[in-house]
């Protein structure tokens, strides 16, 4: 019933690059001085995709587990790197803390999905395993990096109100509940808001993909609702998790806050 | 060393021994040695910026001593529970710290923590309200329409409810005017006495220790001569005096 996809020619990509050019006009003749940034931007996305086009293609020829699960740590890695960059503040150990984080709960979500939703077989079948688990990171990698920089802020900015807690007998939990309930939300609130409008305002990009694949819309809706809860749940559990590491790293078993484990983000 | 002119030979409530006391990389004191017996008021002496609060904090362990223990009634806050040993030990702060939220709400949250023993003690507030000029009207005021004297004033009455073994007060009354100051030195005294409590009270005031305290001190004695110091240089410093 669905219609073959058509094949894109290299003349095809051509005509596609001339659209870039628009940009370029754009950016030239009201003089913002984007053009070199674009040129880079747009050499780089090239370069980038279709890197990654040939090692997809190289991993899905090889089918195997390993390689498979070397992709998706190499993901896991590449996320939080990113997401620990993103916030104002960062502190000594952040970095494992998120890569703990990203890949247990986006391997948690990602083989929940495809084991016992979709069912696939086998079980680490490239075309599903991949997509999925970059769609969590993505995701999760914002909500990590969103949950990280509220929480780092709050116990920044707002140290002498804790430690006046922790002086008056409260327990460390109690002292830091607050800011890690508000670290928490921010981190979510872009994964509810996208379930808010998914549909409305945004076609999912995933879904846009299977039905310009000539995936039946229904079909490709259905799997679009599970994406959307698959995302919240791994948000959800990516922050929970960030935010009681960093709590665990950052008040000691004395119930002290460890404010000078905080600094800056360098640039 | 301990500070001589102890009130009594009563068993001490609060006992820091050998402390060494830094900030970070900086080491700030050698050999802190105190005994606090109940009742007894002393205050700490010093320039300001010569580590009074990083002392206190130290004591109320906000901060880990660099080496030294710290003990209430004998008991190590280890043993104790560190929660409940800040409750019994108790800091103010020299700048009043309050949360969002009405003076009431700031009042009662310490009684909400799991450390807390007893209930707030409504009659009481009313009663340290009136000695320090704060209105009934105060207690449903947003602390940030407060003044600053008027923060401190709060922050006082939120520990003295507390009814803490010992309390630690970093310049308790740099915000107050001179008969709020007044009231609040009358406040702790009674306190004090009242309930056998003990209390140190940094100060860079010249005469307030004087005032307030039997005895004092001195903490530039206990000033560490480096990061190099050896261990123990400060044994032939001189013991504190008091100060008056």
Same mark, same amino acid.
């Given at each position: 019933?669905?219609s073959?996809v058509i094949? #894109?020619?290299?003349?095809?990509l051509?005509?596609?690059?001339a ?5 370029g ?5 009201l003089r ?5 940034r674009?040129?880079?931007g747009a050499? +780089?996305?090239?370069?980038?995709? @279709?890197l990654?086009?040939?090692v997809l293609?190289f991993?899905f020829? @090889? ?10 740590l190499?993901?896991a ?7 620990? +960059? ?12 998120a890569?703990l984080?990203l890949? /247990?709960t986006? #391997? ?6 495809t084991?016992?939703?979709v069912?696939?077989e086998?079980?680490y079948?490239?075309q599903?395993?991949?997509p999925l ?7 999760g990698?914002?909500?990590v990096s969103?949950?990280l920089?509220?929480?780092?802020e709050?116990?920044?900015?707002r +140290? ?11 327990? +460390? ?7 890690l ?5 921010r981190?979510m609130i872009?994964v509810v808001?996208?379930?808010? /409008? ?7 990009g995933?879904?846009t993909g ?7 819309? #229904? ?8 994406v959307?809860?698959?995302?919240a749940?791994a ?7 960030i935010?009681l590491?960093?709590y665990?790293? @950052?008040f000691?078993?004395r119930?002290?806050l460890?404010i000078?484990?905080?600094?800056e983000?360098?640039? | ?6 009130l009594s030979?009563a068993?001490?409530?609060? $006992?820091?021994k ?11 004191f ?16 010093g320039?300001?910026?010569c580590?009074k ?5 130290s004591?109320?362990?906000l901060?880990? =001593?660099?080496?030294g ?10 043993e ?10 108790l800091l103010?702060h ?11 709400e ?7 923590y ?7 003690p ?5 009663? =340290?309200?009136?000695?320090?000029? =704060?209105?009934p009207?105060?207690m449903?005021r947003?602390?940030?329409?407060l003044?600053?004297?008027?923060q401190?004033?709060?922050? =006082?009455?939120?520990?003295l409810?507390l009814?803490?073994?010992v ?5 308790p $009354?740099?915000?107050?005017d ?15 006495a009242?309930r ?6 940094a100060s860079?005031?010249p005469v307030q220790?004087?005032r307030?305290?039997?005895r ?5 004695s206990f ?5 190099g ?5 400060n ?10």
């Open positions: 019933m669905a073959p094949e #894109l020619s290299p003349v095809d051509a005509v596609a690059a659209l870039v050019l628009v940009a006009v754009v950016s030239f003749s913002l001085g984007l053009e070199r674009l040129a880079i050499v +780089r996305a090239v370069v980038q995709l @279709l990654v086009g040939v293609k991993v020829g @090889l089918d195997s587990a390993a390689a498979v699960l070397g992709l998706l190499f993901m890695v590449a996320a939080s790197v990113a997401a620990v +960059r993103r916030p104002a503040r960062r502190y000594r150990g952040g970095l494992w803390r890569f984080t890949s /247990v986006g #391997l948690l979500t990602t083989f929940t999905v084991g016992l939703i069912g696939v086998p079980w079948r490239p599903y395993v991949i688990l970059g769609m969590i990171l993505g995701n990698l914002t909500g969103l949950c920089d509220q929480l780092l709050t116990l920044d900015e +140290r002498h109100e804790i430690e006046m807690e922790l002086a008056h007998g409260a327990t +460390r939990w109690e002292a830091a509940r607050d800011a309930r508000a670290a928490v939300r981190g872009p808001n996208s379930m808010m /409008v998914v549909g409305v305002v945004s076609l999912p995933m879904m299977q039905i310009l694949a000539g995936a039946d819309p #229904l079909g490709a809706v259905k799997y679009q609702i599970v959307m809860f698959m995302l749940a948000t959800a559990l990516g922050c929970v998790f935010a590491l960093t665990r790293r @950052l000691n078993a119930h002290q460890a000078a484990l905080i600094r983000q360098q640039e | 060393m301990t500070v001589p002119g102890a030979d068993a001490p409530l609060l $006992t820091v050998d402390a060494t006391v830094g900030a970070g990389p900086v080491c700030l050698e050999g802190v040695s105190l005994a606090l017996v109940p009742g007894e008021l002393v205050a700490l002496k320039p300001s910026g580590g609060t990083t002392l206190l904090r004591v109320a362990g901060i880990d =001593l660099v080496r223990e710290v003990r209430l009634e004998g008991r190590a806050p280890e104790m529970g560190w929660p409940a040993f800040r409750r019994r030990v103010v020299q700048q009043p710290v309050l949360l969002r939220g009405t003076v009431r700031n009042l009662e949250r310490p009684f909400q799991r450390a807390a023993d007893g209930e707030f409504e009659a009481r507030v009313s009663a =340290l309200f009136e000695q320090l000029r =704060l209105t009207e105060h449903r947003d602390v940030r329409n003044s600053v004297g008027e401190q004033r709060v922050c =006082l009455v939120r520990a409810i009814e803490p073994a309390f630690l007060f970093d310049e $009354t740099s915000a107050l001179e008969e709020a100051t007044a009231s609040a030195e009358g406040l702790i005294r009674d306190e004090v009242r056998g409590a003990g209390a140190l009270v860079h005031d220790p004087a307030l305290c039997r004092a001190l001195d903490l530039p000033a560490s001569s480096g990061a110091a050896a261990a123990g240089s044994e032939e410093a001189p013991h504190g005096e008091p100060s008056h």
